[in-house]
């Protein structure tokens, strides 16, 4: 029994030494093959070689897209308030599309992404604007369906769940691998350009929001009522 753990913990070792030398590759084995992917689909939850979160977000859209034309019908219809139509598009729509929103790393371009989305479907619920001066129509603007939509916005909905995800993550402690993943500090030199955008730079820029940018968040973690009302500070700003 020693034995064969010892074979299986040096055929590990040469298939991680492998994966460093395929760095832009994906290493999928099964029981017979090995086979060199892109993008591999976990748990409903796309990752790609290059750590990127457009695959996973465009994913994510179009699972919500098709939620949408499934009750687009009860959108459309007269019989329903309005109120009722929010609820089915907070209950059914939306968490499809924000799951595991909490890991999200987002940039401009994707918060823009997922606000035309959610505008889109507050705009079939509302539908147009009477104009009386000239008696036409028009579609509502994003300020309107803001004013109109009273739950917050998509984007204002990730972001206290990726602090409330961080938080329970920087409470666990060093002992934890996700913990030391966190707080990990790669070392050598980085590819020329712009740096991208980590997970943590969302969540300093949440407390830059509220007024806690200059503070360790890693410490005000460690108090959970003191973090718990920054979350709940996050959710209420009306910012977008």
Not at 147 to 171: E, F, N, T, Y
Not at 180 to 208: A, F, Q, Y
Request: charged letters at 25%; a positive charge.
């Amino acid at each position: 029994m020693v034995m064969l753990f010892h074979q299986f913990a040096f055929l590990y070792q040469i298939v991680w030494q492998f994966c460093i030398l395929a760095k832009h590759w994906f290493l999928v084995c099964s029981l017979y093959t090995c086979v060199f992917i892109d993008t591999y689909v976990y748990i409903m939850s796309s990752l790609t070689n290059q750590n990127s979160i457009q695959v996973e977000i465009k994913s994510r859209l179009k699972s919500g897209n098709a939620c949408f034309h499934s009750v687009q019908s009860l959108f459309s219809s007269s019989l329903l308030y309005k109120n009722l139509m929010i609820k089915i598009y907070r209950n059914r729509i939306l968490p499809l599309v924000l799951y595991g929103c909490e890991t999200w790393s987002l940039t401009l371009r994707e918060e823009r992404r997922l606000r035309v989305f959610e505008n889109r479907v507050v705009r079939r619920i509302f539908g147009g604007k009477r104009n009386e001066v000239i008696r036409e129509w028009r579609k509502l603007h994003n300020e309107e369906l803001n004013d109109l939509c009273s739950p917050p916005s998509i984007v204002r909905v990730i972001k206290p769940r990726r602090m409330r995800w961080a938080g329970h993550l920087a409470r666990r402690g060093d002992r934890r691998v996700i913990y030391r993943v966190l707080v990990w500090k790669p070392e050598g030199k980085r590819p020329l350009g712009r740096s991208r955008l980590r997970w943590k730079d969302n969540i300093k820029m949440n407390l830059h929001e509220v007024g806690c940018g200059s503070m360790d968040w890693i410490e005000l973690t460690q108090v959970r009522d003191r973090w718990r009302a920054l979350v709940n500070a996050v959710l209420i700003l009306r910012v977008p």
